[in-house]
T-cell receptor, first 109, second 116 residues
Framework: GQNIDQPTEMTATEGAIVQINCTYQ??????LFWYQQHAGEAPTFLSY????GLEEKGRFSSFLSRSKGYSYLLLKELQMKDSASYLC??????????FGRGTSLIVHP | NAGVMQNPRHLVRRRGQEARLRCSPM?????VYWYRQLPEEGLKFMVY????????ESGMPKERFSAEFPKEGPSILRIQQVVRGDSAAYFC??????????????FGNGTRLTVT
């Protein structure tokens, strides 16, 4: 089976940097996704990693270590609008993404 | 902007009634996934379909739940004889033909089902 762990909640200050971790144990590995979800809305795609290393996209970066079953999402220059739930999803051997429970990020002034 | 379209956004049903949730994938996408989300919980996979085929339904309860994706028209998730425990947000997502590339799933805005 699959097991994906993320912290339940994190808080940070506007303008700061925050790192959201995700660890996983899956049967096979075909990529890891990060999504952002605001309350009552659809999850929106942020990043995709399939090889080890860091992928940078503007204020958001995502890192993957396949040998450690570990990823993180790094958010820089935090803005109030970044308050949302961040979902880690792993695509296993079946190519179906399995989602973690999500990390609720609260950004305060 | 033809994203993934789900309707209705909100659906209220009494116990024992049927719920039909519709999903039209993004233009050019032929793979559809249904997920269920309870408050404070992650997205739980239910079923994965291609046109006229159910590829994987391992996450869908064997009783009362069914899904289809006909050659013409939207994908339908059908819940018969709904119970209060079926109350949740149901999200549909779509992806292009090649499932083994890096294309992410694109999600609709979901249908929030409330069973009274």
């Amino acid at each position: 089976g699959q097991n994906i762990d993320q912290p339940t909640e994190m808080t940070a200050t506007e303008g700061a940097i925050v790192q959201i971790n995700c660890t996983y144990q899956t049967s096979g590995f075909n990529g890891l996704f990060w999504y952002q979800q605001h309350a009552g809305e659809a999850p929106t795609f942020l990043s995709y990693n399939v090889l080890d290393g860091l992928e940078e996209k503007g204020r958001f970066s995502s890192f993957l270590s396949r040998s450690k079953g570990y990823s993180y999402l790094l958010l820089k220059e935090l803005q109030m609008k970044d308050s949302a739930s961040y979902l880690c999803a792993v695509r296993d051997g079946s190519y179906i993404p399995t989602f973690g429970r999500g990390t609720s990020l609260i950004v305060h002034p | 902007n033809a994203g993934v379209m789900q309707n209705p956004r909100h659906l209220v049903r009494r116990r024992g009634q049927e719920a039909r949730l519709r999903c039209s994938p993004m233009k050019g996408h032929s793979h559809v996934y249904w997920y269920r989300q309870l408050p404070e919980e992650g997205l739980k996979f239910m079923v994965y379909l291609q046109k006229e085929n159910i590829i994987d339904e391992s996450g869908m309860p064997k009783e009362r739940f069914s899904a289809e994706f006909p050659k013409e028209g939207p994908s339908i998730l059908r819940i018969q004889q709904v119970v209060r425990g079926d109350s949740a947000a149901y999200f549909c997502a779509s992806s292009p033909e090649e499932r083994n590339n890096n294309s992410p799933l694109h999600f609709g805005n979901g249908t929030r089902l409330t069973v009274t």
